[in-house]
């Protein structure tokens, strides 16, 4: 009698089981979570071998964004199920890439990479999923290895601009520079207003006005920066080159023009870095705009700290001499 008792109970039990579970589902339908988990545990307790169960719990977590809980039960289902039905991989793997992405805004890289490895293995064909650990690679400076997962990316979704500039840049830093150059010119096709069109064509430009000056061709120089200068009225750089191609040519007030502009947008930079923002910079600028960032720290530290740029008072000093010593008359 016993032994017949106790199956009976087990059934029991069982059933209970299975009205906590069909009870969390009618809470979760109601979007009310925190009832659905609390009878989705009473279920685990009963059947801890049902894996319906820690899938149902973890995404009522997920609905409550608590990816920490959601993935341990997520790990728990499959421990006990390796392969999952391909809709269950894929809410695991959302899971997993927003849990990882967190990590990444939060710059902890190496996390990030652990969390979107594993979404990336149960769901290969999310292209974002692929960019975030992109990304992350891209903070630990892991060229590489960013360049492959972009690679995944761009397979994916090979129509989005902005992934192609970003593996242009990738291309570039690792010296693969025609690659580069077909992946910006084929961003600029799908997108022919991408902000980064006018950088590019403005550091082309820079690029021949310098290629023009080392050989004194100075006016074809000057038509190059002028159109630089189109792109961006207050890029020092362009400003102090183009100054000092004004003195070559003998047009002092021009040259001393440009330096006090490049002497003003110095300044104006110098104070935005003394006061800046406090909105958290952008993921994607701080790490494909590497060139931006470079041209700007050149220019030294902030204007509590020094009065000028060295180059900025080199150049007005060569054009006073200029003007104050004419050349001789041959």
Same mark, same amino acid.
């Given at each position: 009698?016993?032994?017949?008792? !106790?199956?009976?109970?087990?059934?029991?039990?069982?059933?209970?089981?299975?009205?906590?579970?069909?009870?969390?589902?009618?809470?979760?339908?109601?979007?009310?979570?925190?009832?659905?988990?609390?009878?989705?545990?009473?279920?685990?307790?009963?059947?801890?071998?049902?894996?319906?169960?820690?899938?149902?719990?973890?995404?009522?977590?997920?609905?409550?964004?608590?990816?920490?809980?959601?993935?341990?039960?997520?790990?728990?289902?499959?421990?006990?199920?390796?392969?999952?039905?391909?809709?269950?991989?894929?809410?695991?793997?959302?899971?997993?890439?927003?849990? !990882?992405?967190?990590?990444?805004?939060?710059?902890?890289?190496?996390?990030?990479?652990?969390?979107?490895?594993?979404?990336?293995?149960?769901?290969?064909?999310?292209?974002?999923?692929?960019?975030?650990?992109?990304?992350?690679?891209?903070?630990?400076?892991?060229?590489?290895?960013?360049?492959?997962?972009?690679?995944?990316?761009?397979?994916?979704?090979?129509?989005?601009?902005?992934?192609?500039?970003?593996?242009?840049?990738?291309?570039?830093?690792?010296?693969?520079?025609?690659?580069?150059?077909?992946?910006?010119?084929?961003?600029?096709?799908?997108?022919?207003?991408? #902000?980064?069109? +006018?950088?590019?064509?403005?550091?082309?430009?820079?690029?021949?006005?310098?290629?023009?000056?080392?050989?004194?061709?100075?006016?074809?120089?000057?038509?190059?920066?002028?159109?630089?200068?189109?792109?961006?009225?207050?890029?020092?750089?362009?400003?102090?080159?183009?100054?000092?191609?004004?003195?070559?040519?003998?047009?002092?007030?021009?040259? +001393?023009?440009?330096?006090?502009?490049?002497?003003?947008?110095?300044?104006?930079?110098?104070?935005?870095?003394?006061?800046?923002?406090?909105?958290?910079?952008?993921?994607?600028?701080?790490?494909?705009?590497?060139?931006?960032?470079?041209?700007?720290?050149?220019?030294?530290? #902030?204007?509590?700290?020094?009065?000028?740029?060295?180059?900025?008072?080199?150049?007005?000093?060569?054009?006073?001499?200029?003007?104050?010593? #004419?050349?001789?008359?041959?």
């Amino acid at each position: 009698m016993e032994p017949k008792q !106790g199956a009976e109970n087990r059934t029991i039990f069982q059933e209970d089981g299975i009205c906590k579970k069909a009870e969390g589902d009618m809470w979760a339908r109601q979007g009310k979570f925190d009832k659905a988990i609390m009878c989705y545990n009473k279920a685990c307790f009963v059947n801890p071998d049902d894996c319906t169960l820690y899938s149902a719990r973890g995404n009522a977590y997920t609905k409550l964004c608590d990816f920490k809980s959601a993935i341990s039960n997520y790990k728990k289902l499959l421990s006990m199920q390796s392969n999952p039905p391909q809709a269950i991989k894929e809410e695991i793997a959302e899971v997993f890439n927003a849990q !990882g992405y967190s990590y990444l805004i939060e710059k902890e890289y190496t996390t990030a990479i652990v969390y979107l490895t594993d979404a990336v293995a149960l769901d290969a064909l999310q292209a974002n999923y692929w960019l975030h650990r992109c990304l992350a690679y891209i903070g630990l400076e892991n060229w590489t290895k960013a360049l492959k997962d972009i690679d995944h990316a761009i397979c994916i979704d090979a129509n989005d601009a902005d992934i192609l500039v970003l593996r242009a840049k990738l291309n570039w830093k690792l010296k693969l520079i025609d690659k580069g150059n077909n992946d910006i010119a084929r961003a600029f096709k799908l997108n022919p207003n991408h #902000p980064e069109k +006018m950088w590019y064509q403005s550091q082309h430009l820079h690029d021949l006005a310098c290629r023009h000056i080392m050989n004194r061709e100075f006016a074809k120089s000057l038509d190059c920066l002028n159109s630089c200068i189109e792109f961006n009225a207050d890029d020092v750089k362009i400003l102090v080159l183009r100054a000092s191609v004004h003195r070559e040519l003998g047009d002092y007030d021009a040259a +001393m023009a440009d330096v006090e502009r490049a002497s003003q947008a110095c300044f104006r930079k110098q104070r935005q870095s003394d006061h800046p923002h406090t909105s958290d910079p952008d993921e994607l600028d701080e790490h494909v705009q590497e060139l931006f960032d470079s041209q700007s720290s050149a220019f030294g530290p #902030p204007i509590s700290h020094i009065g000028e740029h060295p180059e900025i008072t080199r150049q007005r000093n060569l054009i006073l001499n200029g003007i104050l010593i #004419p050349p001789l008359a041959s």
